[in-house]
Each structure stands twice: as C-alpha cells, then as structure tokens.
T-cell receptor, first 110, second 116 residues
Framework: DAKTTQPPSMDCAEGRAANLPCNHS???????VYWYRQIHSQGPQYIIH???NNETNEMASLIITEDRKSSTLILPHATLRDTAVYYC???????????FGTGTRLTIIP | EAGVAQSPRYKIIEKRQSVAFWCNPI?????LYWYQQILGQGPKLLIQ????????DSQLPKDRFSAERLKGVDSTLKIQPAKLEDSAVYLC??????????????FGNGTRLTVT
C-alpha cells in the first residue's frame, strides 16, 4: 500500500484558506488520492479525490504535483465548522479499501 | 440520496456479554465495509463484503467477531463475548462496487460501544 505522511496538527484563522499537505512518494500510476475529514462524533466524510489533475468541488480544491508524490487540500475560506481531523489516503488497484493513518488535526481559530 | 444508516447509536454492555450492530448501506452500493475506530486512532478495516460475499476479513478477530450480509443489502456485525478492549466506534461504509476506485466510500455515523 502506498503510505501517506501528514503533519499531526495545524491551525488556521477563520476566513483564511487552509492548506493541508500530504506526501505520498510511493504512489502508483493507477492510484487515486482521496481526502476525508472526521468531525467529532461523526463518521468520516468524503471531501474530494483525484488521479493526476487538480480537482475542485463545492467543499475544497485538490492540488496534485506533476510527479504525483505530494498533494495539498485547500479549504478556501475556513470556518469554525471545518475544525476536524483530515485524512489523506491513497487508493487503487489492489488497495480498494481505505487505509487510514492518523491524519492532520486542523483547528480553525476565531 | 439517503446516507448509510447505522443503529444503535450508542451501546453499553458488560464484558463477556454479546452485542450486535446493524448497517443499511446506500441503495445500489454493492460493497460494504465495517471499520473499528479506537479513541485517538484512525478507522481500521474489519471486514469487506462484495454483495453477500466476503472479500477481506483478515483483520477480523474471528474468535469473537462475526459479520453477515445475507441478502447483499443490510449487514450485521456481532461481538460475542465482548472484551474491554472492544470499546470503540464501529463504522459502516458502502461504495458502488469492487474495482470502482474512482467512486468514494460513504460512511455512517457509527455505533459507539462501551464495554465495562
């Protein structure tokens, strides 16, 4: 399984963009990068995923480097409700299940 | 679209008792997963079903845990007998099907089990 490395914690001021990095240097060509978050007492919530190209949806943007060895999740205007643990996960052939690490605990500061 | 439904939301039992959790996946999702999440850790896969067949149960403690998905829709996870270390949140997730790596897993809000 391709492993990911994330910082254990980050802070971001409310209203600013939150940029969460993830390293996945052993990713294979057919593996996707997925991002989930988990707010206290809830199940993991799907945010976004991508293969090669940058992706954007109503929640966030995902920037994947050209060599695909790292990515950044961007929450454009962070609110207090974005305080959560964010998981970066690599998923693909032979690794269909999601294997969670310890993630990044993001705290949005008023 | 209705999400993944789980019940009960909370359960407290004494050690050596038995307990069962229920999951109803998103309609049309062929793959169903049970995860265990111990406080402070990320979720860990216990078992994966494709329709009513088991794909991966390598992390399931089979001496005390069992799971079934008889008609390929709902699923139950059972623990018998429970131990103190089974205290955790049990999460159910579903996805379209095996090989659909471009389709995300969707999780329920879990059952919080406390074993005393």
């Amino acid at each position: 399984d391709a492993k990911t490395t994330q910082p254990p914690s980050m802070d971001c001021a409310e209203g600013r963009a939150a940029n969460l990095p993830c390293n996945h240097s052993t990713i294979s060509g057919n593996e996707y990068v997925y991002w989930y978050r988990q707010i206290h007492s809830q199940g993991p919530q799907y945010i976004i995923h991508g293969l090669k190209n940058n992706e954007t949806n109503e929640m966030a943007s995902l920037i994947i480097t050209e060599d695909r060895k790292s990515s950044t999740l961007i929450l454009p205007h962070a609110t207090l409700r974005d305080t959560a643990v964010y998981y970066c996960i690599v998923r693909g052939f032979g690794n269909e299940k999601l294997t969670f690490g310890t993630g990044t605990r993001l705290t949005i500061i008023p | 679209e209705a999400g993944v439904a789980q019940s009960p939301r909370y359960k407290i039992i004494e050690k050596r008792q038995s307990v069962a959790f229920w999951c109803n996946p998103i309609s049309g999702h062929a793959t169903l997963y049970w995860y265990q999440q111990i406080l402070g850790q990320g979720p860990k896969l216990l078992i994966q079903f494709q329709n009513n067949g088991v794909v991966d149960d390598s992390q399931l403690p089979k001496d005390r845990f069992s799971a079934e998905r008889l008609k390929g829709v709902d699923s139950t996870l059972k623990i018998q007998p429970a131990k103190l270390e089974d205290s955790a949140v049990y999460l159910c997730a579903s996805s379209l099907g095996q090989g659909s790596y471009n389709s995300p897993l969707h999780f329920g809000n879990g059952t919080r089990l406390t074993v005393t």
